[in-house]
């Protein structure tokens, strides 16, 4: 069993700053890729990003690129979500999730096997 625990989230104010980080207590968290999601009030879960294995690939949604930066550190089984220049429409739950068991695609909710509780993330205007 994988467990994913969030944090870093909170309320902040619209061109502020947060860095949400996920923990995982997977052995092996260095060999799969992890993804970033959130999901509004009344709205569907949607992708914001994913980081491959070592790092060296990220990928976004068109509406967080620019304004947001993946990164992990393997030896800390720790992914990390930068999120600077916040608006309010970036408010949600944002829940990081790891891709065990198949290769489809990280932008699909899917194609990840153990999912965290998330954190809420709050921008006033």
């Known amino acids: 069993q994988v467990q994913l625990v969030e944090s870093g989230g909170g309320l902040v104010q619209a061109g502020g700053s947060l860095r949400l980080s996920c923990l995982a207590s997977?052995?092996?968290?260095?060999?799969?890729?992890m993804g970033w999601f959130r999901q509004a009030p009344g709205k569907e879960r949607e992708f914001v990003s994913a980081i491959n294995w070592n790092g060296d690939g990220t990928f976004y949604a068109d509406s967080v690129k620019g304004r947001f930066t993946i990164s992990r550190d393997n030896g800390k089984n720790t992914v990390y979500l930068q999120m600077n220049s916040l608006k309010p429409e970036d408010t949600a739950v944002y829940s990081c999730?790891?891709?065990?068991?198949?290769?489809?695609?990280?932008?699909?909710?899917?194609?990840?096997?153990?999912w965290g509780q998330g954190t809420q993330v709050t921008v006033a205007s």
């Open positions: 999730a790891i891709q065990l068991y198949n290769s489809a695609s990280l932008y699909e909710e899917r194609s990840y096997d153990y």
């Open positions: 997977a052995r092996s968290f260095s060999g799969f890729p």
